[in-house]
């Protein structure tokens, strides 16, 4: 199973997440263009993947319309991929699954 780690509290731009799901996942670099060709990509990966963004309530704090897309795809791509799980985490650590 691969696992991601988005640290939402150092994310500054839409660049900072496809670059690491380019570097995690092996992406094209078209793959990984913007938000919604990363949810292309996500929803066509063949191997189980764990995701997890952490500092989501200074994320949502600092960027929130990235913050908001970015989770919407996220969820949307669980629900739609049975490959992928999403677990968000705010800044104190507690967790909640999505």
């Known amino acids: 199973m691969k696992r991601i780690v988005l640290d939402g509290s150092i994310i500054q731009n839409e660049e900072d997440v496809t ?6 996942l092996s992406l094209s670099e078209y793959d990984g263009q913007n938000l919604h060709t990363l949810y292309d990509a996500l929803v066509e ?16 704090a600092r960027q ?20 992928i799980s999403f677990e968000m985490t705010d800044d104190d650590g507690d967790g909640y699954d999505e």
Request: no cysteine.
């Open 19 to 24: 670059e690491l799901f380019v570097d995690a």
């Open 45 to 60: 990966f063949t191997e189980p993947l764990e995701i997890r963004l952490t500092g989501e309530d200074v994320f949502l």
């Open 64 to 83: 929130p319309e990235l913050a908001e897309e970015l989770i919407e795809i996220l969820e949307e791509a669980m629900v739609e991929s049975d490959m």
